[in-house]
T-cell receptor
Framework: RKEVEQDPGPFNVPEGATVAFNCTYS??????FFWYRQDCRKEPKLLMS???SGNEDGRFTAQLNRASQYISLLIRDSKLSDSATYLC???????????FGTGTQLKVEL | GAVVSQHPSRVICKSGTSVKIECRSL??????MFWYRQFPKQSLMLMAT?????????EQGVEKDKFLINHASLTLSTLTVTSAHPEDSSFYIC??????????FGPGTRLLVL
């Protein structure tokens, strides 16, 4: 089983739609959780950290369920510029090593 | 904000040659840097952790004699792919532990081995 699993997509949505991505992780000792965004042929960029209480940054909302080992990202009012691959990332126990999911591809269309 | 650079951004080389990739933290010091590799349509895979002034620690399955890492200063880590072969062609990305405990990624290096 992969340490971090995501639905690869692609998710094709119209502009203005709300879209949700899910992610599960296998290591219950994982401590920190993140969503990164990766554009084609570019490096990943931090979108937001994910906290147990849930957190929001503009149109983006992240949720963490430690009991289910489940992380989600909700994007509201999606824009064309949101088209990218969204990576679920988990910090391994005992250090700052990050484990990346394979990513979920989002395509926002007119 | 914290900036990490990589050089070169892309390189094409012949099979059997060695290629050196540099990773620099431009406006902060990084005791720890990380090297990742990403094949097409796959996730980033951590290859090794580079520690300033000490030996790098490699992930399982990564050959330390093939992927030489040197972290001689607090702002520079280098990855040398020795005797590169076509299967080493990939997107190599470094990251550095920033001042706010966030990892900052370099722009990546595309390696093509012919």
């Amino acid at each position: 089983r992969k340490e971090v699993e995501q639905d690869p997509g692609p998710f094709n949505v119209p502009e203005g739609a709300t879209v949700a991505f899910n992610c599960t992780y296998s290591n219950s000792a994982s401590q920190s959780f993140f969503w990164y965004r990766q554009d084609c042929r570019k490096e990943p960029k931090l979108l937001m950290s994910v906290y147990s209480s849930g957190n929001e940054d503009g149109r983006f909302t992240a949720q963490l369920n430690r009991a289910s080992q489940y992380i989600s990202l909700l994007i509201r009012d999606s824009k064309l510029s949101d088209s990218a691959t969204y990576l679920c990332v988990v910090n391994r126990r005992g250090g700052n090593k990050l484990t990346f999911g394979t990513g979920t591809q989002l395509k926002v269309e007119l | 904000g914290a900036v990490v650079s990589q050089h070169p951004s892309r390189v094409i080389c012949k099979s059997g040659t060695s290629v050196k990739i540099e990773c620099r933290s431009l406006d902060f010091q990084a005791t720890t840097m990380f090297w990742y590799r990403q094949f097409p349509k796959q996730s980033l895979m951590l290859m090794a952790t580079s520690n300033e002034g000490s030996k790098a620690t490699y992930e399982q399955g990564v050959e330390k004699d093939k992927f030489l890492i040197n972290h001689a200063s607090l702002t520079l880590s280098t990855l040398t792919v020795t005797s590169a072969h076509p299967e080493d062609s990939s997107f190599y990305i470094c990251s550095a532990d920033g001042p706010d405990e966030t990892q900052y990624f370099g722009p990546g290096t595309r390696l093509l081995v012919l």
